[in-house]
């Protein structure tokens, strides 16, 4: 029986869907077999990230009002083995879907697949409950800014209620800005939310450029978002990683010569 | 000028971090307790009437806050003048 991992945060834009893309990834090149859910009816983004758009027959609506079976919904990424990807309807919207409905599903698709990941739509309105509604744990995402952590909190409440174990990603830290003092740390997020840490993700332009091809970073693993993520992937999958969070890359002497003579990129 | 000197080593010594944490704490108190200001503020008022029957205050005076006491709890915070002397209204 596999595991359902709700990916949420309350706020938008915090980066929920690359997370979703790049866990899932991560999890496919440990060599688990990974369904991706896009469970936000009517905002689909996950086929873009991940490159699939192109792909798309079916989606999560065909499959809960029985037009298709799961299976023949699924897009199969060919980059990976293992990972596949059931979209959202784009045409729908949220109360097309019932809880109780993505529940069934899930508990179907758990029967053959190790992980099914799935993205939540930002709010706390029905999709919200939808998308949490047949996840055996959570990871929330946030930002280290204010907003997102207010409505982290509010996530987490609603979780709780439901006891769904949750664990905490803190998405786009910038070592340079909390040295600085102009940012919470991981450790401030940590411990306002009250929460494990599964994951820290440093601030990193690879993220763009990569979503922009339709990449998941994770697939290269090169830059410092890519390892981080590699790493979220593994302690998901239980295993015990030793380093937590993110370390500032590249501000070490031989970097900084580096800089100073123009060899490394500043 | 004095002011000036003095905020300027107050707010370097308060990082943005900092305030950022003081904000959320106080945020994160209100909306775990789901009370908002406009039903604290009749909390307000109702709790000054009921002082008011045992002990003669002016109900203006009474303060209400809601104050994180540690990493998990918040507490609620009742501040009332009491008079010096009886007959002597306190506020």
Redesign the interface.
């Known amino acids: 029986m596999g595991r359902a991992i709700v990916i949420t945060s309350g706020k938008g834009g915090v980066g929920k869907t690359t997370a979703t893309a790049n866990l899932g990834t991560g999890l496919a090149q440990l060599g688990h077999s990974v369904v991706l859910i896009d469970a936000d009816i009517g905002l689909r983004n996950l086929d873009v990230v991940m490159g699939l758009e192109n792909r798309i027959v079916f989606h999560l609506v065909d499959v809960i009002q029985g037009r298709c079976t799961p299976q023949k919904a699924l897009i199969r990424d060919r980059r990976i083995e293992n990972l596949f990807l059931l979209p959202a309807s784009q045409t729908d919207d949220k109360d097309s879907v019932t809880p109780d409905q993505m529940k069934a599903l899930i508990i179907e698709l758990k029967s053959s697949y190790d992980y099914v990941i799935i993205d939540c739509p930002a709010g706390i309105e029905q999709g919200f409950r939808n998308a949490i509604a047949g996840a055996d744990e959570a990871i929330i995402v946030a930002t280290p800014e204010v907003s997102s952590i207010r409505d982290a909190d509010r996530v987490v409440g609603l979780l709780a209620a439901q006891s769904t174990p949750t664990r905490l990603m803190v998405n786009r830290i910038s070592p340079a800005m909390v040295k600085r003092g102009d940012m919470l740390s991981q450790a401030d997020v940590i411990e306002i939310l009250a929460l494990e840490l599964v994951g820290a993700i440093p601030l990193d332009d690879e993220i763009v450029a990569t979503t922009n091809r339709g990449l998941p970073a994770a697939l290269n693993g090169r830059s410092p978002a890519a390892k981080a993520f590699a790493e979220l992937a593994r302690r998901v999958s239980g295993a015990e990683v030793e380093e937590e969070g993110v370390r500032e890359t590249g501000v070490g002497f031989f970097a900084k010569l580096g800089r100073a003579l123009g060899l490394s990129p500043a | 000028m004095w002011n000036e000197i003095k905020n300027f080593f107050v707010s370097a010594r308060r990082?943005?971090?900092?305030e950022?944490?003081g904000?959320?704490?106080l945020?994160?108190a209100h909306?775990?307790a789901g009370i908002d200001g406009a039903k604290l503020q009749e909390l307000r008022a109702e709790v000054a009437a009921v002082i008011r029957k045992y002990v003669e205050i002016d109900p203006e005076a009474v303060e209400i806050h809601i104050e994180r006491v540690s990493?998990?709890d918040s507490q609620l915070t009742v501040h009332s003048p009491l008079p010096s002397r009886p007959g002597v209204t306190a506020g």
Request: net charge positive.
């Open positions: 990082t943005t971090r900092e950022a944490k904000r959320l704490h945020v994160l909306d775990r990493k998990q």
